[in-house]
DNA sequence: GATGAATGAGCTTTCATTCAT
DNA sequence: GATGAATGAAAGCTCATTCAT
């Protein structure tokens, strides 16, 4: 092995919790031992604990970091400039759209979405259970907020509460993401299932 | 305690099963401890081990026998009595009602369908992957051996292989049992679903 | 396995100590199991403490039955009739040719002595230890008694105390047997030591 | 709890290997714990499984150890510089001289030699079987080439081959470990066997 | 008289985690 | 700032032994 070098810490820490995917993802949060992480990461196991204060609150990291990561990349598409959305038939499109730039992201991000997967095995851990929710969440309330803004504006009309029907999109979204991972995924089933979805959110 | 009630082997190992399937079902193969289960039968640690050699020999006869049974009552109720199956129609109708008897079923078997999905994180093992696939192969072959006959006798003509046919028949399954779990489960989708599949299997 | 007959009590116990010595010779006295020795002896677990309140006490017997058994070999024989032994050369081949049959019936006790053997490790649980010094000891009283009569008798005249001579015999039969079951035993060679050795003893 | 000093890791390991030697040579190596053996020598048991990755590797490093050690001592005193080995009785001394330091340094090794007689009772491990084995066959090698060489050089004259004298001579080693382990060890006596075995290897 | 059922007690081993240097 | 040394706590498993039937 190489001298560990020096690195500054925001780079260790992300070096810690690549390491640290790959290895929760090639097994389970249970059998991954904090040692084979850090031998991955090319350090000592105390240095994983200088930056995560346990094992669970390192996963709940990783479970937090892709959460928003894959948010941000959300965002930053913004698929609902406002401006550019003035019907309800831009409106559909931006849905559409924003959810299958999720599903063609789901093979950059398929450890992240193994470890996922797992996380829903150890909800009897609280501090997990809560990542888990919050991370729904967030998706949810970002859907919910569109939905909303759509309908004040008068662009769309609801027949379910924005909230209902935010949380419908987040259903659909881990159902393509297991079929995604159990290997049953086929985007052209994916696009047209997609497409009446949002007929029915939208109509 | 409660004064260990004497039960015959057989009783025992029934209820030893039982409990474990509560404990695995409530949290997973790792967090599970042999006191936990021992504890929920009724039972001391070392008469887990008179029954079962080790943890994970316990996890797999579980996988076994429950994939054994859910066989069971699918054979006995004979949808393919092939005198009875004189055309298509039939055939396919025969397709359709066991697969939503599986369907059915899945409200009974909640549990077993977790530790079914447990395992699938801990196939690492190897003895555990075997059984999964085992388990799973039974089925294939089942239906393989169905399509076969039916084509032999001519009631039917496949444009794929059987066995091909068969594994996407146990995708399904598996597919429909995720959606089943995660609560996304609606009896009326997986019909129509069903319908165009069997057509799609059956032309 | 056949059906366990009801056997008279006498005979089950040497079944089972027959057992026992195998099972503890092939291995030793704590690798070997009770239910080892209990299915070599055709029974179950239970019976042995029928008639052998513990393990140790089992091992124990087998010291003590081996011993007495090849004391009453000894005995039987009786090198030492008094009446034909009448001058002192007649006493020192009686001396040989009690040694020697020990020597000679070491091949039909091997078992028994590599348990012997495994008994010296043992000396640490106070009952082993002491079954091991009695035994030694019934042979060193035979001896010193026998040593005793015929200084007494003025047919031999001792340089040293019939104890310590009685102990160093002791000593050369425990060394032979040593040789013997580390495969070095050289009949000859022993022949000739013993011969030497008499005429140490009886000078 | 006396605060546990902090060594360094080859030290700590000499102290543990000390602490197993007593507490095994003191019983035996099933009687003997893991944790006897860590409160031994000052730790607590996992520090054990840091240096031993398990209970058999530990025994049989102390083997191994004792083994090269013993076969160290001997090297270095080097009692066959052929340089200084001119004739057959040179050759006869430095056989003899090279044993006669193996039986002085008995006492210093009596625990380990303990160990070597425990080992036999354990050798269904195949591991410790090896162990041992290879142990005597070290010693048997090293006096095999050595006579070769001086068969070789034509300073003695073989009548057997050198590896049956080798291991004769290992046996004689063995056999009087046993006598010394046993009390029944004679220096004078020891000296004068050997004085007729090297007459016998080297005629 | 014999046995199947059951357990107490204990051992080896593992691993997340801490702390002195 | 980084690490080697050390441990607490617990888990899986084994076995001699007992007891109800």
């Known amino acids: 092995m190489l001298k560990p070098k020096r690195l500054p810490a925001e780079k260790r820490k992300r070096v810690i919790i690549r390491a640290a995917i790959e290895v929760f993802s090639e097994s389970n949060y249970r059998v991954a031992k904090i040692s084979d992480i850090a031998a991955r990461a ?9 930056f995560f ?26 698929f609902f400039y406002m401006e550019k959305i003035t019907c309800k038939e831009h409106f559909r499109l931006a ?18 979405l193994k470890i996922y997967f797992q996380a829903i095995s150890e909800v009897d851990e609280p501090d997990i259970e809560k990542v888990l929710k919050d991370s729904y969440q967030n998706y949810a309330s970002l859907y919910e907020s569109i939905l909303q803004k759509g309908a004040e504006a008068n662009i769309i009309q609801l027949e379910m509460s924005a909230k209902a029907i935010a949380w419908d999109i987040i259903g659909f979204m881990i159902h393509q ?21 949002v007929s029915m959110w939208i109509p």
């Open 177 to 197: 993401s297991t079929l995604f991972l159990m290997g049953f995924y086929v985007e052209e089933d994916t696009k047209k299932l997609l497409n009446q979805r």
């Open 95 to 112: 849905i559409e759209k924003s959810l299958f730039s999720y599903f063609s992201s789901m093979e950059k991000y398929r450890k992240e």
């Open 42 to 50: 090319g350090v000592t196991d105390p240095m994983i604990y200088k």
């Open 53 to 78: 204060s346990s094992k669970s609150i390192l996963f709940q990291e990783i479970l937090k970091k892709t959460s928003s990561k894959t948010l941000q990349d959300f965002l930053e598409q913004d």
